[in-house]
């Protein structure tokens, strides 16, 4: 099971007693794998799993999405709630017991092992998968250019009337995208003119894993003086973060981890004029350029270059 915690800072930890017991020992514990529920970056092939305890027995579990939450998170929300009262408050609280649809909802999108009346009283561990959570409210949401943070508040009352309560959040953050310096992509640039158009902006806040460049060429020499200083992969993508792929002059320095890099295509659009000048060629070259970062996450973009 993967679990994928970022190391941003803390944004809170609440543990509150609703009956005083002179210590911790009595109340339910609310655990992640990160002990300081530092946010978490949401990606659904990961998973964040908070698991729930109760030694008196639970009685009641909520997870609440205080308002300023983003309107599409309290959308999804307010689908899965059946208790009016949870619904249409300005904090909306899903009822993992006593609301049948939740736990429904909860049940049918695996966010939890258990939930519904069954549990009540129960003392073994609960588990909460909050990615899942989180790609349950989401659902049908086009999440490809979101950067934001939904806040959750996990309560847990047991049958003794100890109640823990832990504040959390995951980060939803945009896949990696591209500025071509204001040009349309689907626009082809005529070589001549390279000069104003190589450079290419990557933007992945979740930071960048890889590069890869597929090219799209009729010059025979043109893509033999490619392959002679880059690494092609089996589908015929160039890695452009490898060490062969270096002679070709797209960075200086390394791009792996940062939020943000600027590719320089000046070496490969001079020598790609070049041959096709020689061979007085006006046909079009495409430049498929794919980021991927490290959740896993792919945007890309394809870049024309023209003869005339």
Same mark, same amino acid.
């Not at 980060?171 to 689907?186: A, E, G, H, I, Y």
């Given at each position: 099971?993967k679990?994928?915690?970022?190391?941003?800072?803390?944004?809170?930890?609440i543990?509150?007693c609703?009956?005083?017991?002179?210590?911790?020992?009595?109340?339910?514990?609310?655990?992640?794998?990160?002990p300081f529920?530092?946010?978490i970056?949401?990606?659904p092939?990961?998973?964040?799993?908070?698991?729930?305890?109760?030694?008196?027995?639970?009685d009641?579990?909520?997870?609440?999405?205080?308002?300023?939450?983003?309107d599409?998170?309290?959308?999804?929300?307010?689908?899965?709630i059946g208790?009016?009262?949870?619904?249409?408050?300005?904090?909306?609280?899903?009822?993992?017991?006593?609301?049948?649809s939740?736990?429904?909802a909860?049940?049918?999108?695996?966010?939890?092992?258990?939930?519904?009346?069954?549990?009540? #009283?129960?003392? %073994?561990? =609960?588990?909460?998968?909050?990615t899942? &959570?989180?790609?349950?409210?989401? @659902?049908? *949401?086009?999440?490809?250019?979101?950067n934001?943070v939904?806040r959750?508040?996990?309560?847990v009352?047991?049958q003794?009337?100890y109640r823990?309560?832990?504040?959390?959040s995951v980060?939803?953050?945009p896949?990696?995208s591209?500025?071509?310096?204001?040009?349309?992509?689907?626009?082809p640039?005529?070589?001549?003119s390279?000069?104003?158009?190589?450079?290419?902006?990557?933007?992945?806040?979740?930071?960048?894993?890889?590069?890869?460049?597929?090219?799209?060429?009729?010059?025979?020499?043109?893509?033999?003086?490619?392959?002679?200083?880059?690494?092609?992969?089996a589908? #015929?993508?160039? %890695?452009v =973060?490898?060490?062969e792929?270096?002679? &070709?002059?797209?960075?200086?320095? @390394?791009? *792996?981890?940062?939020?943000?890099?600027?590719l320089?295509?000046?070496?490969?659009?001079?020598?790609?004029?070049l041959y096709?000048?020689?061979?007085?060629?006006?046909a079009?070259?495409?430049?498929r350029l794919?980021?991927?970062?490290?959740?896993?996450?792919?945007?890309s973009v394809?870049l024309?270059?023209?003869g005339?």
């Amino acid at each position: 099971m993967k679990r994928f915690f970022s190391l941003l800072p803390v944004l809170a930890l609440i543990a509150a007693c609703g009956k005083v017991d002179g210590g911790f020992a009595n109340r339910p514990s609310i655990v992640g794998e990160d002990p300081f529920f530092s946010q978490i970056e949401y990606a659904p092939s990961q998973e964040s799993i908070i698991t729930v305890s109760a030694l008196n027995g639970v009685d009641m579990i909520t997870m609440s999405l205080p308002s300023g939450n983003p309107d599409f998170i309290m959308d999804g929300a307010r689908k899965i709630i059946g208790i009016a009262a949870n619904r249409n408050s300005g904090t909306l609280v899903l009822d993992m017991i006593d609301d049948s649809s939740v736990a429904q909802a909860f049940l049918n999108g695996k966010v939890s092992a258990k939930a519904g009346t069954s549990i009540r #009283g129960t003392k %073994d561990p =609960l588990e909460i998968n909050l990615t899942r &959570l989180v790609t349950l409210l989401t @659902s049908g *949401a086009d999440l490809s250019a979101v950067n934001t943070v939904v806040r959750f508040q996990l309560d847990v009352v047991d049958q003794s009337e100890y109640r823990t309560t832990q504040s959390m959040s995951v980060r939803l953050s945009p896949v990696p995208s591209f500025q071509w310096d204001n040009k349309t992509p689907s626009t082809p640039v005529p070589l001549a003119s390279y000069e104003r158009f190589k450079n290419v902006r990557i933007l992945a806040p979740a930071k960048i894993a890889a590069i890869l460049l597929k090219v799209n060429s009729p010059s025979a020499d043109f893509n033999k003086w490619l392959k002679d200083r880059s690494a092609v992969n089996a589908a #015929g993508y160039i %890695d452009v =973060l490898s060490r062969e792929s270096a002679m &070709l002059k797209l960075y200086t320095g @390394s791009p *792996a981890g940062a939020e943000s890099c600027v590719l320089d295509f000046g070496e490969i659009l001079s020598n790609l004029k070049l041959y096709a000048d020689k061979e007085g060629s006006t046909a079009t070259h495409e430049f498929r350029l794919t980021a991927v970062d490290e959740l896993g996450r792919e945007g890309s973009v394809t870049l024309l270059f023209g003869g005339e």
